[in-house]
């Protein structure tokens, strides 16, 4: 990347600036609020370590099944054209535009112990997805994975298909052309999909509430517990708030050094 | 875009346009027990106040946050003292009510529950409020006091989200208030060891006028709704 040339017009500074402005004054808003002092005692108490550990387990599990699952639906979305595949790109972007509590609400009614799909889970395999771990990652998956499949779905596209024709001409398989040319040409994009979907999972609130509900240990992520300090002691909130800050942060920092650079 | 893809952001802007210029009518912050009864308490009024409903704690808390509002109805005491403590309320808190905590079960009573004894059972789906919230406080005393194990499988953020997956029959029972359980229809446990677990529904002014609200909630009329409601009135 090369420096622009030419100062840039206040026309674009200037909403530029509050564009900043609006993203780092609620962070330096968190970050003067934070109870240092207290600071890691109140992380390491052991309700914080098993909402730690819960939302690790939860928000890995939920980016790896967006990389299984997205990664083939974005490969899909990209190569194929026509009327089903504009309602699916729609049903992609869902999540997003989606409240996550009424997500929430929606699995339930699909995937609840009562709901649509749920009540054969339940008859048939004895599985009930809410108000266990597994339904926390159903929830979070559901919030992230178009992250991960628009990240990479853009990367598909802009790519083309030229190198896959090429591929085809040399005599590979379409199933050896995704493997031996597509991956590794998408490796910065599918690292930033995961990235971007696991950093999503982690933040995920509202669809988990509302699906997986509230247990220490087994449902209760960092942001529900943070959710359920505010009502009492909101500094324990905000420590955790800047811990996941601190995460993502880190996360997103190492990724950008070692993949995201273009 | 194509021209039918318009209508609903056209239909969108329009809603907003109608929504606004809101009026300057009385805001009750009332906490999430209050739901079934805003709508009916809006009928009984002339000037029907804007209701802002969530667990008490968070009222409390964006009051002191600095949100605007005219009464402040707490679903514990211990709430309103805090309110109190910090200067937010200029009337003496009234008891408008007392609820009480039941043992609700899912339509159909599927966990086959018939006591607070189940609650310890953990092949049943338990909820409760999470200690946090006032039914939450409400039934870690009487499990202290009682001596109760339960196996809770989820401890919700407030006792209306409980209660609603107690009625989706999501949950098989959970430990609730008699007015959410009468509101959305459930069965509740006849167990008479909950009935000493109580809680008082406290009204204060924010604005150091009295007002009519709670002066309704205070009449023979508004005290009959309550009842209706499954609150016992003083």
């Known amino acids: ?262 | 875009m194509s021209r039918p893809a318009l209508v609903p952001l056209l239909l969108f802007l329009g809603l907003a346009a109608a929504g606004c210029g809101a009026d300057g009518s009385t805001v009750v912050m009332a906490p999430s027990s209050f739901t079934g009864l805003t709508a009916r308490i809006d009928a009984a009024l002339e000037d029907d106040p804007d209701w802002i409903v969530a667990g008490s704690n968070r009222l409390v808390r964006q009051l002191a946050d600095g949100a605007r509002a005219d009464v402040l109805i707490t679903a514990d005491e211990t709430t309103m003292a805090e309110a109190v403590a910090q200067g937010l309320v200029t009337t003496e808190p009234m008891t408008i009510a007392t609820n009480r905590l039941v043992l609700a079960i899912a339509p159909g009573n599927p966990g086959s529950v018939t006591s607070v004894a189940d609650l310890r059972d953990e092949r049943l789906l338990i909820g409760l409020c999470s200690v946090e919230v006032p039914c939450g406080r409400l039934a870690a005393e009487a499990r202290g006091r009682l001596g109760l194990q339960v196996a809770a499988d989820t401890e919700e953020p407030n006792v209306r989200s409980l209660a609603r997956k107690i009625a989706a029959g999501e949950l098989d029972a959970g430990l609730i208030y008699a007015t959410d359980a009468a509101d959305l229809g459930l069965a509740t446990v006849d167990d008479d060891v909950l009935r000493v677990f109580v809680t008082d529904y406290l009204a204060a002014s924010l604005n150091g006028e009295t007002s009519p609200v709670i002066d309704f909630l205070r009449s023979a009329q508004g005290r009959e709704l309550l009842a209706d409601e499954g609150f016992v009135t003083p």
């Open chain 1, 1 to 262: 990347m090369s420096a622009p040339p030419r100062p840039t017009p206040p026309a674009i500074a200037v909403p530029a600036a509050f564009a900043v402005a609006l993203l780092a004054l609620p962070v330096v808003g968190l970050l003067q609020r934070a109870p240092w002092s207290t600071l890691l005692e109140r992380l390491t108490s052991a309700e914080i370590l098993d909402a730690i550990r819960v939302s690790a387990t939860v928000s890995v599990v939920a980016a790896l099944l967006c990389l299984a699952l997205g990664l083939p639906l974005a490969w899909i979305l990209a190569r194929h054209e026509g009327r089903t595949i504009a309602v699916l790109r729609i049903l992609v972007l869902l999540p997003m535009v989606l409240p996550p509590v009424v997500g929430g609400t929606a699995l339930l009614f699909a995937l609840g112990r009562r709901g649509l799909f749920g009540e054969w889970l339940d008859r048939w395999f004895g599985i009930t997805l809410p108000f266990t771990t597994a339904g926390a990652v159903v929830a979070a998956t559901f919030v992230a994975l178009p992250f991960f499949v628009t990240t990479v779905e853009s990367a598909l596209r802009d790519e083309g298909p030229a190198l896959d024709e090429a591929a085809a001409l040399a005599g590979a398989s379409p199933w050896q052309t995704f493997v031996h040319v597509t991956l590794p040409s998408l490796r910065g994009s599918i690292a930033a999909g995961v990235a971007l979907s696991w950093a999503r999972a982690l933040g995920e609130f509202g669809a988990t509430i509302t699906f997986a509900g509230s247990l220490g240990g087994r449902t209760r992520t960092l942001p529900v517990e943070a959710f359920l300090a505010l009502e009492q002691d909101p500094e324990t909130a905000i420590a955790v708030s800047v811990l996941l800050l601190a995460i993502s942060l880190s996360v997103l920092a190492v990724l950008r050094g070692r993949w995201l650079d273009r």
